[in-house]
C-alpha cells in the first residue's frame, strides 16, 4: 500500500538548521512533483517547496527561498527538505506529498496547489525556540 513517512522533525533553536526526510515504505510513488507543506493548528495548509522530480525543478515559497533545499534521492526513494537558518514562523506540523501525472508548464503555474497532491504523509512536527 503507498504511503509516505516524514522524519527528521524536532525542536531547535532558532539560527539551527533541520533536514526533513519523506520515505516511500511502500515502493517508489510514479509521482511526476513531490513537494513539502506546513500547517499551523488553525491555521491554513501552506507549500513550502516542491520539485517535480523528472526535471529536478524547484519552486521555494517566498518565507523559505534562500533558506530552504528540497532534493530527491532517487536511489533510496527518499525526498529530502533542508531549512537553515530557522525562525519561529518556521514552527508547523511538515507534510510531504506526492502529485501524479502533471505537465511541466501546468506545475511551473501552480507548484503548491495542494488539491492535486493525491497521497500525503501523516506529517512531522518542527518547532522552533527563540
Known amino acids: 500500500q503507498a504511503r509516505l513517512v516524514e522524519s527528521g522533525g524536532g525542536s531547535v533553536k532558532a539560527g539551527e538548521s533541520l533536514k526533513l526526510s519523506c520515505s516511500t515504505p511502500g515502493g517508489p510513488q510514479q509521482a511526476y512533483s513531490m513537494a513539502w507543506f506546513r500547517q499551523i493548528p488553525g491555521k491554513e495548509r501552506e507549500g513550502v517547496a516542491a520539485i517535480y522530480t523528472a526535471k529536478g525543478s524547484t519552486y521555494y515559497a517566498t518565507s523559505v527561498k534562500g533558506r530552504a533545499s528540497i532534493s530527491q534521492d532517487n536511489y533510496n526513494h527518499i525526498l529530502n527538505l533542508t531549512v537553515n537558518d530557522l525562525k519561529s514562523e518556521d514552527t508547523a506540523m511538515y507534510y510531504c506529498?506526492?502529485?501524479?501525472?502533471?505537465?511541466?508548464?501546468?506545475?511551473?503555474?501552480?507548484?503548491?496547489?495542494?488539491?492535486?497532491?493525491?497521497?500525503w504523509g501523516q506529517g512531522t512536527q518542527v518547532t522552533v525556540s527563540s
Open positions: 506529498a506526492t502529485r501524479p501525472r502533471v505537465s511541466i508548464a501546468r506545475w511551473r503555474q501552480q507548484p503548491m496547489a495542494a488539491d492535486e497532491y493525491d497521497l
